[in-house]
């Protein structure tokens, strides 16, 4: 795929031959200030820049500069170290002079070649050439020894900057996606911290609005096997472990989950391992879960909702149980602290919370759509 006013073959060059390749200096986190001199430490880049090119610098430092190393628009940085060979492979041009460039910072200075169309294509096409370039088990690692023989092919100047500038938009509209689902997080939050915001002393507690489920798995009639992930909610349990089950063969003693019942991990709930059930109609979870459905005096939708805000995160760490492994029982969740208001008040909320989890889903299925778009064109593009 290319541009049409373009032609001619595309030009394979090792990155030592068309750059100089060096290492930032040490800056560390306890050295950044409100104010200074910008600066980039190589955490930022899996963290904080998450499209190929930096525009806009984020942290400061007000050290000592005259041993530090400063970058020159148009540089493509590379961390030095990472959990993982494929994490490492993170490409960011730093389209500005003069920015500060901390140490564990690889440094590619090109000499006429477009940074931005760099950093894409080592993104792209040649992650995993240098993926395997990486050394290390624990802690990977990579230097400019390694880089030096990474084999770039590239079409003229003007081509280059073409396919930058169009990948640049694309990532400007992710960008922008990316804070638009930022925004409906924070108003989701707000919203749910105003509304559960108890404006009498209550002396009902959870325990008087649920029951616990205790039915099992007999005969191993139900095959549906689910886990509960605090990202997701229930999900099969093979999706979870990359398509596979973890589930015994015998799941005769799985406790039975029915639609807008509860599951939580007893050991993970700090993390946020607890969720409703409302994709399926029937599954089963380990008996390690402990199971449970509401009572008649309050809304399934309203309760779920509850379990997000901050005073149940509150009472909940003070009822974890255990020195090593801290742990919530049924027991335990059942004497924290609820006021809920009159059912149509509480079908209130959730409708609204519920409207802006609608929104919040259709938002994230189009940055997941923009995002297989920019690796179809990154796939196309390069060779």
């Given at each position: 795929?290319?541009?049409?006013?373009?032609?001619?073959?595309?030009?394979?060059?090792?990155?030592?031959?068309?750059?100089?390749?060096?290492?930032?200096?040490?800056?560390?986190?306890?050295?950044?200030?409100?104010?200074?001199?910008?600066?980039?430490?190589?955490?930022?880049?899996?963290?904080?820049?998450?499209?190929?090119?930096?525009?806009?610098?984020?942290?400061?430092?007000?050290?000592?500069?005259?041993?530090?190393?400063?970058?020159?628009?148009?540089?493509?940085?590379?961390?030095?170290?990472g959990e993982t060979a494929e994490e490492i492979a993170t490409a960011r041009c730093v389209l500005k002079d003069d920015i500060l460039l901390g140490g564990?910072?690889?440094?590619?200075?090109?000499?006429?070649?477009?940074?931005?169309?760099?950093?894409?294509?080592?993104?792209?096409?040649?992650?995993?050439?240098?993926?395997?370039?990486?050394?290390?088990?624990?802690?990977?690692?990579?230097?400019?020894?390694?880089?030096?023989?990474?084999?770039?092919?590239?079409?003229?100047?003007?081509?280059?900057?073409?396919?930058?500038?169009?990948?640049?938009?694309?990532?400007?509209?992710?960008?922008?996606?990316?804070?638009?689902?930022?925004?409906?997080?924070?108003?989701?939050?707000?919203?749910?911290?105003?509304?559960?915001?108890?404006?009498?002393?209550?002396?009902?507690?959870?325990?008087?609005?649920?029951?616990?489920?205790?039915?099992?798995?007999?005969?191993?009639?139900?095959?549906?096997?689910?886990?509960?992930?605090?990202?997701?909610?229930?999900?099969?349990?093979?999706?979870?472990?990359?398509?596979?089950?973890?589930?015994?063969d015998d799941t005769s003693n799985y406790k039975i989950v029915a639609r807008n019942d509860f599951a939580f991990n007893p050991a993970r709930i700090n993390v946020g391992s607890i969720a409703r059930l409302t994709t399926f109609e029937k599954g089963i979870v380990s008996p390690m879960y402990i199971?449970?459905?509401?009572?008649?005096?309050?809304?399934?939708?309203?309760?779920?909702?509850?379990?997000?805000?901050?005073?149940?995160?509150?009472?909940?760490?003070?009822?974890?149980?255990?020195?090593?492994?801290?742990?919530?029982?049924?027991?335990?969740?059942?004497?924290?602290?609820?006021?809920?208001?009159?059912?149509?008040?509480?079908?209130?909320?959730?409708?609204?919370?519920?409207?802006?989890?609608?929104?919040?889903?259709?938002?994230?299925?189009?940055?997941?759509?923009?995002?297989?778009?920019?690796?179809?064109?990154?796939?196309?593009?390069?060779?």
């Amino acid at each position: 795929m290319r541009f049409p006013e373009f032609e001619g073959e595309w030009q394979e060059k090792r990155l030592s031959d068309i750059a100089d390749l060096s290492k930032g200096i040490g800056i560390s986190k306890d050295q950044l200030s409100a104010d200074g001199e910008p600066c980039i430490l190589y955490g930022e880049l899996y963290t904080k820049y998450k499209s190929e090119t930096i525009k806009e610098v984020i942290s400061k430092t007000n050290i000592d500069n005259t041993k530090l190393v400063k970058s020159k628009a148009n540089d493509v940085i590379i961390p030095c170290s990472g959990e993982t060979a494929e994490e490492i492979a993170t490409a960011r041009c730093v389209l500005k002079d003069d920015i500060l460039l901390g140490g564990d910072l690889n440094i590619i200075r090109l000499h006429g070649y477009d940074g931005s169309f760099m950093s894409h294509q080592l993104n792209g096409k040649r992650k995993y050439d240098i993926a395997k370039v990486a050394q290390g088990v624990s802690v990977v690692h990579l230097y400019g020894e390694h880089l030096k023989n990474i084999k770039t092919i590239n079409p003229s100047l003007n081509e280059q900057k073409k396919i930058a500038n169009l990948l640049s938009l694309l990532d400007e509209r992710i960008s922008t996606q990316n804070k638009i689902i930022e925004d409906l997080k924070k108003l989701r939050s707000a919203i749910i911290e105003r509304e559960y915001t108890f404006k009498v002393q209550t002396h009902s507690h959870i325990g008087d609005f649920i029951e616990q489920n205790s039915n099992r798995n007999k005969d191993n009639i139900i095959q549906n096997v689910l886990s509960v992930s605090n990202r997701q909610g229930f999900i099969r349990q093979r999706e979870q472990f990359e398509d596979r089950s973890i589930a015994s063969d015998d799941t005769s003693n799985y406790k039975i989950v029915a639609r807008n019942d509860f599951a939580f991990n007893p050991a993970r709930i700090n993390v946020g391992s607890i969720a409703r059930l409302t994709t399926f109609e029937k599954g089963i979870v380990s008996p390690m879960y402990i199971c449970f459905h509401t009572k008649n005096s309050i809304l399934p939708e309203y309760l779920s909702f509850y379990f997000e805000t901050k005073q149940f995160f509150s009472e909940m760490q003070k009822r974890l149980e255990g020195s090593v492994r801290q742990c919530l029982s049924y027991e335990g969740l059942c004497n924290i602290p609820l006021f809920p208001p009159v059912i149509e008040e509480q079908r209130r909320i959730g409708k609204r919370l519920f409207t802006l989890v609608q929104k919040f889903n259709l938002e994230m299925t189009f940055l997941e759509m923009l995002q297989k778009q920019k690796t179809y064109l990154l796939r196309q593009m390069f060779i």
